[in-house]
């Protein structure tokens, strides 16, 4: 089985940083594209980066220049800095990977459970 556990999210004040982490574990063969994903009540899930295991990237355009994607291949977890925070980015972020599985032919999606994280103004 394989598990993504999210972890660094809380309560900021407009203008701060935060970073969050999520550790893949499991019974990995290799990892492709990890992402971070966000939820508010109501809304769809939108996409706010991603990273394939070459190190390439993609960023929602209103966290352009404020977050940063970030991977480590040999601990399979992924990061994202969020800077210069704003209330709008309130929300639960969601970790996503795309993972091959020891001993399977195809690769899955996986998600984590969530992080809040809560920018005050």
């Not at 769809?44 to 977050?67: C, M, P």
Request: hydrophobic share 35%; charged share 20%.
């Amino acid at each position: 089985q394989v598990q993504l556990v999210e972890s660094g999210g809380g309560l900021v004040q407009a203008g701060e940083s935060l970073r969050l982490s999520c550790a893949a574990s499991g019974r990995i063969s290799s990892v492709n594209t990890m992402a971070w994903y966000r939820q508010t009540p109501g809304k769809q899930r939108e996409l706010v980066a991603d990273i394939t295991s070459a190190g390439g990237t993609n960023y929602l355009d209103s966290v352009k220049g404020r977050f940063t994607i970030s991977r480590d291949n040999a601990k399979n977890t992924v990061y994202l800095q969020m800077n210069n925070l704003k209330p709008e980015d309130t929300a639960v972020y969601y970790c996503n990977a795309d993972i091959l599985y020891v001993g399977w032919e195809y690769s899955a999606e996986y998600w984590g459970k969530g992080t809040l994280v809560t920018v005050s103004s």
